[in-house]
């Protein structure tokens, strides 16, 4: 179980990103023991979406889905998963592993008034997403999972796929100590710039939003809260059981993404009782910036469905 309270962002800051018409709160929520920072939006007597964020994300990165997901009748909650932004920063690698930040998940649900949610990742959010599902099968009620692999689905790629591999080098540099954050951070968070506008289609990330993110990279501790979840993965990787998730599933895949083979999408729905994928051709990784209009539309058909 977990508590609420009222952070200490403004109603403003949030209308600066938000549309005016998007009745949104910043709280802060103790959840398994870490405090989170929460945007929530949305009747709470609605059913209840959970939005979960990837690398090098924080909530910000959902804003164009917020909005449509409250006018289709649903309570969002989006936060900054542990070790980003505003949330809290445990020391530590073994605090980033899989089962801490799904059992966060878990905690956050429960702060509200329901028993279940719909639970929607992206990137490493999805892979939570994915783990929850599995791990904890009574509290989604259905899942959504965009450009994330089954964590299975993925191991067998790096196993059997030379290409896979390659794209995948970057999580064995980011095991060194304290030089990944000194390369991260070394001209004004070049390379976490790179990681996004070099891999999405031209125009994405604007420098706007690019000041943004920095922002919240240059949180006391988030660089290390951030990198420490591809350390925990490497060194305890989750080991999902291969029974098929019985909630009923959404995998959204922009078919461009450059860190992660297409046929990981395929390979992640065999893992599905139910299940239903949408490929976006000319669409890089990051979906929920480069098509948010048809992601919304893929959720609130896919989260309507009987």
Known sequence: MGTDSRSTASAAQLEAVLP??????????????????????????????????????????????????????YRVLVPDQRGYNRSEKPDGVP?????????DI????????????HVVGHDWGGVVAWELACRFPEVVDRLAIVNAPHPTAY???LLSNPEQLRRSWYAVCVQLPWLP????????????????RGTAAPGTFTDGELARYRQAWDRDGALTGMLNWYRAALRDPPRLPTDRIDAPTLVVWGEDDAALVPSLAVDSVGFCATSRLELLPATSHWVPHEAPDRLCDHLTEHLEGE
């Open 20 to 73: 005016p018409a998007v009745d949104a709160m910043s709280t802060r929520r103790t959840v398994n023991g870490v405090e989170l920072h929460v945007i929530t939006a949305g009747d709470p007597a609605d059913p209840v979406v959970v939005l979960l964020h990837g690398f090098p994300e924080y909530w910000y990165g959902w804003r164009e889905v917020i909005g449509p997901l409250v006018d289709a009748g």
């Open 95 to 103: 605090a980033y592993r899989t089962d801490e930040l799904t059992r």
């Open 106 to 117: 878990v905690g956050l649900i429960a702060t509200e008034a329901c028993d279940t949610a």
């Open 155 to 157: 191991r067998r790629q």
């Open 181 to 196: 954050e000194l390369a991260c951070r070394s001209d004004n968070y070049r390379l976490l710039e790179r990681a996004l």
